[in-house]
């Protein structure tokens, strides 16, 4: 999205806010990343998050982001975020709007309504999208690497690592199993069915919620995405998710296909999160099944209604040292499997170290080993360092 | 020579002590405090903060626990050291992933206890120099002592939840007290001689004033913390 246009509507709401009523109230809050990364002789985006130029250690500007609630009565808010972060994670120059929504609290009521751009209810990483609710820097194999296959052509072998595929200037590398940034278009409910033991959320979306750029609208595309979230015990909380959805996005590539509905993403997924005293085990799987269309790149057709599956699954232990308040250690186990070859299998272990050094300053350092299944390249490996200031 | 000097020292003392005040005064006022929360609010621990569609019994404990409902008034000698004891009683619960109270005022050197009310676990700590401390996740039903030794505000976070925080004010005064809904407060058995007035409001922060009472009457105080 054009930088001036989310400036513009973020203080045109603001300014609307002010105007609207005596009792209106605005919080504003704000997050700044930047971070020191460093990897291996294979890196990529796509596939460990570390560009390919900065592999041999760069300091870079990480993320930006401004936080506005606007509360124009204790039922009606509105929500946004405006994002800053780099481009294919090098050029620090691409503007987002994160969130941006109206929420309605009915009153004495147990449900809740929200229209417009809003956190994806699927999964558990979901509404850990600023960087100050995230025990790593970076994020889940399931939403930050880039399977074979594309919102555009649907599902290709070896799709920007050795298929190279131009689409609008840059080479294709697929989508991952979820939005990474993790915002979806449409309407959502929530029905706080037993407060403090179960709630549940229901999205209709302009698509699935593996689609990166879900702001333009096709009308071929809709996503249906739930949630429910139990608490067993007091300190274990469990959620169940499920989504459906379309994800295409038109291209010149596709315009000869006959039937463009077809590229279809079911994702089913569950996670918890167990917390005693001053440690945390959390994780989460799912299993993404695809319809989609194969390309091939030699003959240039395609197959449709070809079927897919992934399976991913992540688990976090972390400690926080009580006689250093602020610090703690963190272990992650991740993999991303596919079904048959149609893309390789990924394991990464990762450990890091936090310190929130004040109430506004926290320093975070990763290092995470990296193999892709048949892959003679060993260079996976990734350290991160970021600093973040929030306010 | 070392006995002089202290025989010197205790004179000095009963001379002091002779002339400490021993009337005991009252002070009623009244807070005028704004109706609506500041345009900046502080504290919501960055992260997203998706409401919860709230139940009865949370916007109960809201409207209890709006900051206008907790501000501290305190009475700070400028003429003598007060003696100051433990607060009895303190405690800041969780409910409702809420701190109640809001703002919790203690004598320095105070326990408080922190209990768990609600059906999950809090994670809570502080990061305020001097009184960092992080209790963890604890049971429901269990409170957890926590001894405040620094004098002035501890900000208390949960890091579980979003937007869950409070204040603890911790002072060097016996002579406090909270605001009633309207304003109200009124302070009792202060001795002679003149005070610091502090107001503390979780959103506002603090306004100061001075005061000087005498002869054991009923003194009057207003302030104000809106602002112009």
Redo the contacts between chains.
């Keep these: 999205m054009n930088r001036n246009t989310c400036l513009v509507i973020l203080f045109g709401f603001y300014a609307l806010g002010l105007w609207g009523q ?2 209106t ?5 704000g ?1 700044a990343d930047v971070e020191y990364l460093r990897g291996g002789n294979s890196s990529h985006y796509y596939l460990n998050g570390v560009h390919k130029d900065l592999k041999t250690g760069a300091v870079r500007p990480l993320e930006l982001n401004l936080l506005a ?1 606007i509360r124009f009565n204790p039922q009606l ?1 509105a ?1 946004f975020r405006v994002q800053m972060e780099r481009d294919e994670g090098l050029k620090f120059d691409q503007v987002r709007l994160a ?1 941006a929504n109206v ?1 309605w ?1 009915p009153q ?5 309504f929200t229209a417009g751009r ?2 994806t209810p699927f999964g558990l990483f979901s ?4 960087s ?2 995230r025990t790593f820097v970076d994020v889940p194999l399931a939403y930050g690497y880039f399977a074979n296959i594309s919102e555009q052509i649907g599902q290709v072998d070896r799709l920007g690592n050795g298929t190279q595929i131009p689409i609008n200037g840059r080479n294709e590398w697929g989508i991952p199993l979820l939005y990474y940034n993790g915002y979806a278009n449409g309407l959502k409910t ?3 069915f037993a ?3 179960a ?1 549940w959320e229901f999205a209709l979306t302009t698509a699935s919620p593996n689609l990166p750029k879900n702001f333009r609208f096709d009308p071929l595309n809709y996503g249906l995405i739930t949630r429910l979230k139990l ?1 067993p015990k ?2 274990w ?1 469990h959620g169940f998710s499920f989504s459906h959805g379309k994800f295409l996005q038109a291209d010149l590539l596709n315009d000869n296909l006959i039937d463009r509905s077809g590229y279809k993403q079911t994702l089913l997924g569950t996670d918890f999160v167990l ?4 440690f ?1 085990l959390s994780g989460e799987a799912m299993g993404a099944f695809y319809q989609v269309p194969t390309y091939s790149p030699s003959t240039k057709k395609y197959s449709t209604n070809q079927n897919f599956q992934a399976f991913s699954a992540w688990v976090d232990a972390k400690y ?1 040292f ?1 006689f250093l ?2 610090t703690y250690a963190a272990w992650r186990v991740e993999t991303l499997q596919f079904s048959g070859t149609w893309d390789e299998a990924v394991l990464r272990n990762s450990v890091v170290i936090g310190a ?1 050094i ?2 506004f300053i926290l320093i975070r350092s990763a290092f995470a080993l990296q193999s892709i299944q048949h892959s003679n390249a060993t260079g996976y490996h990734a350290w991160r360092t970021s600093l973040t200031l ?1 306010f | 020579m070392r006995t002089l000097l202290s025989i010197f020292f205790n004179v000095i003392l009963l001379l002091n002590t002779a002339d400490a005040p021993i009337n005991k005064n009252k002070i009623v006022g009244k807070i005028a405090i704004p109706t609506e929360v500041p345009l900046l609010k502080r504290g919501s621990n960055q992260k997203y903060c998706e409401e919860e569609p709230a139940s009865p019994r949370k916007k109960q404990i809201d409207q209890e626990n709006h900051p206008n409902r907790h501000v501290v008034v305190s009475f700070h000698s400028l003429d003598f050291k007060a003696t100051i004891s433990p607060t009895t009683s303190a405690i800041m619960n969780q409910m409702e992933k809420t701190f109640v109270p809001k703002v919790l005022p203690i004598t320095q050197g105070s326990t408080v206890e922190f209990l768990n009310s609600d059906t999950e676990v809090h994670n809570i700590f502080s990061m305020t120099p001097r009184a960092t401390f992080n209790i963890g996740r604890r049971q429901p039903g269990k409170s957890v002592p926590q001894l405040i030794e620094k004098l002035g505000l501890v900000e208390l976070r949960c890091d579980i939840h979003c937007g869950m925080n409070a204040s603890i004010l911790s002072l060097d005064t016996p002579f406090f007290t909270k605001a009633n809904a309207s304003g109200n407060y009124e302070v009792d058995g202060l001795p002679d001689g003149n005070y610091k007035v502090q107001v503390y409001h979780y959103s506002l922060g603090f306004v100061e004033d001075n005061i000087t009472v005498k002869g054991g009457g009923v003194v009057t105080k207003n302030l104000n913390l809106v602002k112009p």
């Design positions: 005596e009792k109230q605005i919080e504003l809050n997050t609630k808010s929500n969130q929420q609290n004495e009521s147990p449900w809740q809003f956190v509404n850990l999208q600023l100050t609710a929530r029905w706080n407060p403090g033991k709630s608490q007091y300190f909380k917390g005693f005293g001053h945390e926080e009580p308040v602020g929130k004040k109430d929030y």
